[in-house]
C-alpha cells in the first residue's frame, strides 16, 4: 500500500508564500508522473502543475511564473513553491502520484488527504 501525505498548507495574505510538500511511502518499487491538484469551494478539481520522473513540467495558465513544482526522487516527495499568492488561489491542494508497487505490474494513481491552503486580500 501507499500513502502519501501533504504538508505545508495554510492562512496567507495575498502576496505571501507557502511551500508545500507530499511524501509518499509504502512498497514503493517506482514513481512516475507527480502532481498538484486544487479544487476550490463549489468546483471540480484541477490541475495545478505535474512533473515527470525527468523533470519536466507543466503548469496551469493561472500559476505560471508564480508557482514551481518540483521532486525528491531520493524522498520519494514533491513540492509546489507558491508564490505571489492571490486569494483565487484558495484552495484544498492534493497531491497525486502514479507509483509502482512491489506487488503490482502497473502505475496506479494514488492521492493524499489534501491540505487547505487561504489566502486573504
Known amino acids: 500500500q501507499v500513502q502519501l501525505v501533504e504538508s505545508g498548507g495554510g492562512l496567507v495574505q495575498a502576496g505571501g508564500v507557502l511551500r508545500l510538500s507530499c511524501a509518499a511511502s509504502g512498497s514503493i518499487r517506482s514513481i512516475g508522473d507527480m502532481a498538484w491538484y486544487g479544487q476550490a469551494p463549489g468546483k471540480q478539481r484541477e490541475l495545478v502543475a505535474a512533473?515527470?520522473?525527468?523533470?519536466?513540467?507543466n503548469y496551469a495558465d493561472s500559476v505560471k511564473g508564480r508557482f514551481t513544482i518540483s521532486r525528491d526522487n531520493a524522498k520519494n516527495t514533491v513540492y509546489l513553491q507558491m508564490n505571489s499568492l492571490k486569494p483565487e488561489d484558495t484552495a484544498v491542494y492534493y497531491c497525486n502520484a502514479n507509483v509502482l508497487t512491489y506487488s503490482s505490474a502497473f502505475f496506479y494513481a494514488y492521492w493524499g488527504q489534501g491540505t487547505q491552503v487561504t489566502v486573504s486580500s
Open positions: 512533473i515527470t520522473n525527468s523533470d519536466r513540467t
